[in-house]
């Protein structure tokens, strides 16, 4: 018995005498379309009035204290406004989530920009008249896309910036939205088995969701980070947010407010991701770490192979191509790993004749596209293949050569590159 107290004492266990509070995971709750999400299935104000005070009683019951975005063009009548008060009046934040729900990646950032402006003035308008909330604080882009390009991306931070709005990121990103056309359609017909099938799927998908993003932050950072999950205004939410929080709670979560989550060191890491679809943080990230290790791999390979070239040795510099590689130059074309050695050996037939290769690079470019999770969620896949361009000089004690070379490359495992197809002029 004594071995086993001092055993627990070292793994930190007990603590003078009693056992130690477990460390439950912060969880900031965001709630995305207010007033409602899916408006025109919600048309009648008895039915929106409904929805409101059925999330505001799950919230209260949970002692949470959440985060709502809001669309201003869901704000269809007067009364709406009525139901946003509701939300200050329970202690809950509003933020802004655009006008017009618009799609950044299809839409000129000149646009955009003025659209999510729209939303905030209105919002802003609003709380001032309400005067239970000072500011704006959080905007959150509609699907998550926060541009295409890193020109997009740069004119709405730079916009965001100068409005003193924070850009309100997700890491659980879950697909609650889409159990909503079902549910609705299951309560109105009164199919009570319809109901729960979408109940199961709901919570099976929610669990998924949120096990796998933990994972992936407490991944990056080496610890457990905070959370923040997403959710939408909608009588599904309505049903089922109730279980769906006590399961949190039973499982190592507590709710937390924006400010402290977002105090957490994790949410200060930069990341400069773009692409057509939005995804959480903690991918964005995810895929900025990985970008990095490609680009460092192939700088690598290009090292290695002046390294080796300026060693005279042709075999370790051809050993980076791919077994059936492509060799391109203005005398024709080259095709397999051995012939291109051969080609480099019958050119160069000493050291002498090599001269001192350096390359100077012009642009790494990575392919990596979307992949989708189990549930419909897209993420950022694995990077599967870069183009390198780079000027090449041979030095030479009376003279020097250049020119210029394209690579394509692919990945080899363990770390390593090789190259597929090399232009050389």
Known sequence: MRTLIILLFALGVLNTGVFAAPVLRPVLVTVDDLPIASPGKHREMKDRDEITGGLLA??????????????????????????????????????????????????????????VEHGRAELAAFLGRDQRQEAVRFFRFPYLREGDTPEKLGAMRRYLDASGQRNLTVTIDDEDWSYEEGWVAARKSGDQAAMDSIATDYHTALRMETADHESR?????????????????????????????TWLEHTGHRFATADEVLADSA?????????????????????GRRRAKARAAVQQLLDDSAANWNKGDLDAFCADYAEDALFVSPSGTTRGRQAVLDRYKKKYVDKTGMGTLGFELIEIRLTAGMEASVLGSARPALVQGASVAARWTLTYPDHNATGLTLLVLRPRGGGRWEILQDSSM
């Not at 905070?226 to 009588?235: E, G, K, R, T, W």
């Not at 949410?267 to 895929?287: N, Q, T």
């Open 58 to 115: 799950v919230l209260e019951k949970h002692h949470i204290r959440a985060v709502g975005l809001v669309v201003w063009n869901n704000v269809l009548r007067a009364r709406d406004e009525e139901l946003l008060a509701r939300w200050l009046r329970a202690g809950h934040e509003l933020g802004n989530h655009s006008f017009g729900h618009l799609d950044y990646t299809a839409t000129d950032s000149t646009v955009y920009v003025a659209d």
């Open 217 to 245: 932050g407490d991944d990056l950072f080496g610890r457990p980070v905070p959370q923040i999950l997403l959710l939408h205004a909608n009588s599904v939410g309505v049903a089922q947010w109730d279980r769906l929080f």
């Open 267 to 287: 949410f200060a890491a930069p990341h400069a991701y773009v692409g057509r679809y939005g995804c959480s943080l903690w991918h964005r990230l995810l895929d």
